[in-house]
């Protein structure tokens, strides 16, 4: 990698699948398969399990893991339920996904939690991959940028400048998750455009940050959305259940 040029990540967030038997079985086919495809290893790989599974494939040390969520609490204590930034540190989880927004619309992440998760995360030395993206009505009413823009300032008022280098941005329109509708590869390029200049009002390490696209990718949409200059990868949900299609996602992006 250059000075100026953003890897390219793949990252296949589960959610809440499959059940751990299934998981097992599809991690491996993907792990296998990355491993030994030489041609894909220029693309970095990564998975989100659902909590219980972390440690568990984060010891196999295959691929790296991805948390789906971190607690605004750090280190240990009373916290029953709770999960640190810490804790997952320390069950060698490298990455976290904040402000999914599913987190935001229906567990309540709002920008004062999510601050103190990317400060708590940055801390314990976590690769934070921060999901940002507009509604329908967000995005009807011309207010697509303006959303995104908001919830990247966000982000910098707690991010220091040597932190920037573990950082990942996730631009996942909200009206195109789990829908199988995707943003044109104009419109989200037009988007990972906008998030880029921004980012070079904030950090001079900017292009090298990496920007993925979220929201119904798959491998039919793969290769165009790749082709596009300021996308640097993608946050797959639904296509990452599938090796094959996860496999041919990561192909897409790893040209
Ligand atoms: P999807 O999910 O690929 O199923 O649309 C993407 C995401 O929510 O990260």
Redesign the pocket.
Known sequence: MTALTPQNWV?G?W?LNPYFNEAKQLFSAIAQQYQNQAELQTCHVAIAPPAPYLSFFATQQTLPIVAQDVSTIRGQGAYTGEVSADLLKETAVELV?IG???RRELFGDDAEKLQQKIKNALQAGLTIVY?VGESLVQREAGQAQSVVIRQLQELADVTHDTEWKNIII?Y?PIW?????KTASPQDAQQMHAAIRVYLQTLTTTANRIPLLY?????PENAVELAACADING???????LDAASFISIIQAFAQ
């Open positions: 990252i967030n959610k996904l999914h927004s599913e999901c996730a996942e195109a998750i789990g829908t199988g979220g929201g119904s990718v798959k993608a946050l797959v949900g639904g296509a990452s």
